[in-house]
């Protein structure tokens, strides 16, 4: 089985509207760490936001959030009044605490954002 | 601190010739990462290492791909020979490992592979 599942291959929102990028999980530990990567077109990979599975609340940086629904075991990024500097591949990641630091991605979804 | 570095940024080379890619991860990280990307199968761990021990190999694609790491601060990533089909991004990435915390990962700019 898939560790984490993005299906949502593309997506398109206007600009200065909120877009949620899909992202489910599948671990059995009660110990692990969920994040989003940002990639341009211009290839770096940028850490946007981190969620333990201890934590209680949604996390948020600036712009993003993440609804995080354990029960559901889906993190889903929330990217709030977009930029076209937002147009990009967004990958969803999990780290089983306990499993030798092992880091599974996504598939990715890319971001277009529409003047 | 500098970050990930990789080296080199673009490589091209001929099938059949041995490449070597490099990597010199964040000071005081105790985990790395090789990655491959392409546009069939996205992002692909090849191997990871906790304290310069090889954890996790299975991604390699086959013989002919090799990783190394002698000390805290290198790796390298070698194929040979290669082939067309090898072209790719290749990133390296970094990370503190802990049992009990969660640490990110950090990535290099990654290395652009052409093999013609």
């Known amino acids: 089985a898939q560790k984490i599942t993005q299906t949502q291959p593309g997506m398109f929102v206007q600009e200065k509207e909120a877009v949620t990028l899909d992202c489910t999980y599948d671990?059995?530990?009660?110990?692990?760490?969920l994040f989003w990567y940002k990639q341009p077109s211009s290839g770096e990979m940028i850490f946007l936001i981190y969620q333990g599975s201890y934590d209680e609340q949604n996390a948020t940086e600036g712009r993003y959030s993440l609804n995080f629904q354990k029960a559901r075991k889906s993190a889903n990024l929330v990217i709030s009044a977009s930029q076209l500097g937002d147009s990009a591949m967004y990958f969803c990641?999990?780290?089983?605490?306990?499993?030798?630091?092992?880091?599974?991605f996504g598939t990715g979804t890319s971001l277009t954002v529409i003047p | 601190d500098a970050g990930v570095i990789q080296s080199p940024r673009h490589e091209v080379t001929e099938m059949g010739q041995e490449v070597t890619l490099r990597c010199k991860p964040i000071?005081?990280?105790?985990?790395l990462f090789w990655y491959r990307q392409t546009m069939m199968r996205g992002l692909e761990l090849l191997i990871y290492f906790n304290n310069n021990v090889p954890i996790d190999d299975s991604g390699m694609p086959e013989d002919r791909f090799s990783a190394k790491m002698p000390n805290a601060s290198f790796s390298t990533l070698k194929i040979q020979p290669s082939e067309p089909r090898d072209s790719a991004v290749y990133f390296c990435?970094?990370?503190?490992?802990?049992?009990?915390?969660?640490?990110?990962?950090?990535f290099g700019s990654g290395t652009q592979l052409s093999v013609l």
């Open positions: 990641a999990m780290r089983e605490v306990r499993r030798g630091n092992q880091f599974y």
């Open positions: 000071s005081g990280h105790n985990s």
């Open positions: 990435a970094s990370s503190y490992y802990s049992a009990v915390t969660n640490e990110k990962l950090f």
């Open positions: 671990t059995s530990d009660q110990s692990y760490g």
